[in-house]
């Protein structure tokens, strides 16, 4: 994307009034439907399809979500194909699990594939419950249909109360198109950032989708806010863009150090101050 698109998108496709109250990282939100309490920012745990836990080894990234959690953000972002639940399971020993909102996804598409999955993330993290579960990285336009056994699985364990909410992260447009019309959906994790890039479809198009989610009463959680990366030198201007957006709850960045973390959690409260300067676009 050109320079002057980025702007463009950064500066006008924002919608919150002027003076809008200031936001921070760990400004408490209500999820979706279930109202599921979590913080602004997500401590993400898969950079670069789990670089992140290579990285620092169990003990570093819970020593990272320690870090957080005394930042006072309580929101963790897992996957199974991330690796990272025996991380998080190393930091629920000194953090009661009470306290923390954790998310985690299954690639599994059928009954028996997902049940085992939920069986063995309980066993991987520590846990009896997760707060969010996604069916993770949907593609194709019918993936309800590609993916009933394993829906019908979740609902059980939502009813059971070993999840407490569920959705699924999205990765082309006509599967996000799809979890937009989906009843089952309640949450969904989409890309979005003002640069369309590792993006389903440009801005403006996944924009339009995600407010027809919002209007259908879901929550949205937003990744690829720095486009894995390639928004490293623009990081104030995509989280301005991803802090105007009325259709985004929340946000995941994985960050692989304490000053990286240290770093956004600076830089949030002045973005949203930007963003709430920004008119409403025509």
Same mark, same amino acid.
């Given at each position: 994307m050109k320079r002057r698109d980025f702007l463009k998108y950064s500066l006008?496709?924002?919608?919150?009034?002027?003076?809008?109250? &200031?936001?921070?990282?760990?400004?408490?939100?209500?999820?979706g439907p279930d109202k599921i309490p979590l913080t602004r920012l997500a401590i993400g745990t898969g950079t670069l399809g789990g670089r992140q836990g290579r990285i620092l080894?169990?003990?570093?990234? &819970?020593?990272?979500?320690h870090f957080g959690y005394d930042q006072g953000l309580f929101f963790w972002d897992a996957a199974d194909s991330y690796g990272s639940?025996?991380?998080?399971?190393?930091?629920?020993?000194?953090?009661?699990?009470?306290?923390?909102?954790?998310?985690?996804?299954?690639?599994?598409?059928?009954?028996?594939g997902m049940r085992k999955d939920i069986d063995r993330f309980r066993r991987e993290?520590?846990?009896?419950?997760?707060?969010?579960?996604?069916?993770?990285?949907?593609t194709r336009a019918d993936w309800p249909e590609e993916c009933k056994g394993a829906m019908e699985v979740i609902s059980e364990f939502r009813q059971r109360g070993v999840i407490r909410t569920h959705g699924v992260s999205c990765h082309t447009i006509e599967a996000l198109r799809t979890a937009a019309r989906t009843g089952w959906v309640r949450v969904d994790l989409a890309r979005i950032n003002p640069a369309g890039a590792r993006?389903?479809?440009?801005?403006?198009?996944?924009?339009?989708?995600? &407010?027809?989610?919002?209007?259908?009463?879901?929550?949205?959680?937003?990744?690829?806010?720095?486009?894995?990366?390639?928004?490293?030198?623009?990081?104030?201007?995509?989280?301005?863009?991803?802090?105007?957006?009325?259709?985004?709850?929340c946000f995941t960045i994985g960050a692989e150090n304490r000053e990286e973390l240290a770093d956004l959690i600076r830089r949030i409260p002045e973005a949203a101050r930007a963003a709430s300067r920004i008119p409403q676009a025509a």
């Open positions: 006008l496709a924002g919608t919150p009034a002027w003076g809008a109250p &200031a936001r921070n990282a760990n400004d408490i939100v209500f999820l080894g169990i003990q570093g990234l &819970a020593d990272l979500l639940h025996p991380h998080l399971k190393e930091a629920l020993k000194r953090i009661p699990r009470e306290k923390v909102t954790i998310l985690t996804k299954s690639f599994s598409r059928t009954a028996e993290v520590g846990t009896d419950y997760f707060d969010i579960v996604l069916l993770h990285c949907v993006m389903d479809a440009d801005p403006q198009t996944v924009l339009s989708v995600l &407010a027809q989610m919002k209007a259908a009463g879901k929550g949205v959680i937003g990744m690829k806010i720095l486009g894995e990366g390639t928004l490293r030198s623009r990081i104030d201007q995509a989280l301005q863009f991803a802090l105007s957006q009325s259709s985004i709850d």
